[in-house]
């Protein structure tokens, strides 16, 4: 099993705070495995399992446990005053009023309490309201490339796994389908695309016209680090259309799609005037297996983009706000908003051995004269510092 050793850190260090620990994330991103892990985490640490409740509302003995007052008596019946207890509820939105569940939980001042969701309703409903500065969300992304590694210990080229990864899935159960038959892979995306276009959003929200998702989820796919804006999607997808999609549409189903968490949006930031563009932002897909069900994607195809993708989940992984960056008429690929109002640079490229490429990739930093980080990040082996630019391998930066 792969420890997924950046979010339990993040637990550890949240343990016994006295805030609700939200876990969200795309289905089958293994948020229920790192509830797991968690636990065992707290039982090496001494933790008596009597102290642990855990609830998967997923699991058939738990289905009939609908009635939030009813699971609250049976959770805290046999609770005592002096003890401390970890309370895990997993798929905690499958309850009736799940809200006031979790509120009445919190009050409690011996309980110490973790929840999961497989999408942004948990924190776009009532309970974000209720809870306003008492909950810490963290977000689960399928595997990192390092994570990646490690479930593959017979595997010693590295190169050869990478260029599997950035054609492939990094869902943890895709990953274990692939050493088997990677025939089963794209069955198990078609399965978790499905789920969450047609449960997560077309049921959720009462849609009727699901080609409309499907059209605009693969216009996006094939859009990744490109700038688009609802009005140029529309004009795209409404060319020989005979049923044309409005504007107003598009930024709906943008909307969905992220609280879904299949795309994740990177707003642009004006550097020289430190603030937010509202025009043309860039999205990036969850896992880029699931550009493998799309017709239009070709193995080895795009590798730029693909590259771009990757590094863009890690930088969300490593935490930070992630902007694209725009200085003057120059576009920086990514600018990281990290603590204490700091801030790091980069570029990303499969490869700058042309010259003229190179020097693209290095001007975008032209002119911005502060001294935060700034990286190239490339597939060239060759390392160098170039005026403050650092130019690194993006696989051996994946694996620091």
Known sequence: ???????????????????????????????????????????????????????????????????????????????????????????????????????SLFARKNIDLYITGSNAYLLSSELATLLTGRYIAINLLPFSFKEYVSAFDEQTNIDRLFRKYLNGSA????????????????????????????????????????????????????????????????????????????????IKYLNFFIQSYILYEAPRYDIRGKELLSTNEKYYVVDLGLKNIMATNKYESDLGRKLENVVFLELLRRGGKVYVGKYYNREVDFVVQKANNEREYYQVAYTVHDEKTFK??????????????????????DTMNINGIKKLNVIDWLLE
Not at 82 to 99: A, G, H, T
Not at 184 to 196: E, H, P
């Open 360 to 381: 693209r990739e290095i001007s975008a930093f032209d002119g911005i004269k502060d001294s935060y980080p700034k990286y190239l990040l490339t597939m060239d082996y």
């Open 171 to 250: 869902f943890p159960e895709a990953v274990n389908l692939s050493k088997t038959d990677e025939n089963l892979v794209n069955d198990y995306l078609q399965s978790i695309y499905d789920t969450v276009i047609i449960k997560d959003i077309a049921q959720r929200h009462k849609l009727r016209n699901v080609s409309n998702l499907h059209r605009i989820v693969r216009f996006l796919f094939d859009s990744i680090g490109a700038y688009v804006s609802p009005t140029n999607i529309a004009r795209q997808l409404n060319r020989n259309a005979t049923r044309k999609i409005s504007h107003n549409t598009i």
């Open 1 to 103: 099993m792969v420890k997924r050793e950046v979010y339990l850190n993040k637990l550890r260090q949240l343990k016994d705070r006295n805030l609700i620990k939200v876990i969200t994330g795309i289905r089958r991103c293994g948020k229920s495995t790192l509830l797991e892990m968690f636990k065992n985490v707290l039982i090496d640490d001494g933790v008596h399992p009597d102290n642990i409740i855990f609830l998967n509302f997923e699991q058939r003995e738990n289905l009939h446990l609908t009635d939030w007052t009813i699971l609250y008596d049976e959770i805290t019946k046999n609770l005592t005053s002096d003890s401390k207890y970890y309370v895990f509820l997993d798929e905690v939105q499958l309850i009736n009023d799940f809200e006031k569940l979790v509120n």
